[in-house]
């Protein structure tokens, strides 16, 4: 995956929206330094440095295309979903906040919210033309249906991605890693340049923890 996120449109010539310091500065004192590190990325990918959107592509694109490729019916399609989202996350940039989310976190819920806003408007071009009155009648109300399980289940994520967002750090990225990325621990590890037992570890600690923070079995 080598794809130029900012393929489709270059920082500096249509970005609409507000500018770095537009924004109330978080208070940073008391947060630990890879959030402050993640704060000053995001603040200069706002401002448009080459070098910051490159290290943010390299930190998360591999995790963004997983989860793209899991979500839309083709690979050239999952491939333009990853452009989108990190044009997204360059508009948005200077809105992060560390105090509130962790930078993976953000990047994963802004990712799912593309993801399911760009196959809704999939689905919406296709044209019932060759339903009757009963079928579109079934049809609204499954529409309707789906609707309310996808809004729960974005509930779901979000309370769930909080929770992981409270996590050690090693713990809260092989958590995403492995089920949101759909990476094998050893993939993590050699990622991340850690041993496999480590990997493991981390990974029993944080399932652990969430189920005594939700009261039931982890899933994601």
């Given at each position: ?13 249509s ?18 330094e ?37 979500s ?25 906040d ?17 993801l ?25 109300a ?21 929770k ?57």
């Amino acid at each position: 995956m080598t794809q130029d996120p900012n393929h489709s449109e270059q920082p500096g010539n249509s970005r609409q929206g507000s500018q770095p310091g537009s924004t109330s500065r978080p208070d940073l004192s008391s947060l630990p330094e890879q959030e402050r590190l993640d704060y000053d990325l995001m603040q200069r990918v706002a401002a448009n440095q080459e070098a910051a959107v490159a290290d943010l592509y390299d930190r998360f694109g591999s995790l963004v295309f997983r989860m793209a490729l899991q979500s839309m019916p083709t690979r050239a399609e999952a491939e333009d979903a990853v452009q989108e989202v990190f044009v997204r996350l360059w508009r948005t940039a200077d809105r992060y906040d560390p105090s509130k989310a962790a930078l993976v976190t953000w990047v994963m819920l802004l990712t799912r919210r593309h993801l399911v806003d760009k196959l809704r408007r999939k689905r919406a071009r296709i044209k019932p033309t060759a339903l009757d009155d009963t079928q579109l009648s079934h049809a609204g109300a499954w529409e309707q249906a789906a609707i309310a399980a996808r809004a729960e289940r974005d509930e779901h994520f979000a309370a769930l991605m909080a929770k992981v967002d409270q996590l050690p750090e090693l713990q809260r990225t092989v958590v995403i890693r492995a089920y949101l990325g759909g990476q094998t621990l050893r993939q993590i590890g050699e990622e991340l340049d850690t041993p496999l037992g480590t990997i493991k570890s981390a990974l029993s600690r944080a399932l652990v923890r969430l189920r005594e923070r939700t009261g039931e079995e982890a899933s994601l």
